[in-house]
């Protein structure tokens, strides 16, 4: 696909529990548009994830590394905090079918009430990834499907990894 980006740096924050080819597909976009892209990975302790931080950090590094002018790294707190420490100001997000809509848009007005500098880029995924999330991605591995079509090498890995220890548990 494309290769050059033009306008400086952006931030492509998230869960990532785990990257999808989805998210790949927008950070590709993204480097499209912009000459850095920073993938924050949320700490985000409140979420029942199915990786731990330090996992969801280290999947997405190896699923990026071939993938120049994109970094990875992890925060934890507010957003707009990372962004005032760091001097970015321009926040990338996917947009999927209408059920994005309506918490990006909260998403986004709260962020800016919060912090005014910053401005929101919202860019739409190849259409084959239309439907695709982490959690469905999830819960058809659960269910004993193959997910390789859906996520890169390193993530099929790790999610059979994952399952080899929940069926060792669930057998002790
Ligand atoms: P969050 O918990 O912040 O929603 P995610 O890791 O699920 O974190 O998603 C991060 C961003 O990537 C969000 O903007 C989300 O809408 C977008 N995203 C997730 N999956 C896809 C996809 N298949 N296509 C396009 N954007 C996506």
Known sequence: MHTEGKIGICVYPGTFDPITNGHIDIIKRARYLFSKVKILVARDADKNTLFSFTERVRIVKTAISSIEGVECEGFDGLLIDYLKRTGITIVVRGLRAVSD?????????????????????????????????????????????????FVPKIVEEEIKKKLRIYEAHNKS
Request: charged residues 20%; glycine residues 8%; without cysteine.
């Open 101 to 149: 809509f309506d918490y990006e848009f909260q998403f986004t007005l709260m962020n800016r009430k919060l912090y005014p500098p910053v401005e929101f880029v919202f860019v739409m995924p190849g259409e084959e990834y239309f439907f695709l999330s982490s959690s469905l991605v999830k819960e058809i591995a659960f269910l004993g499907g193959e997910v390789g079509e």
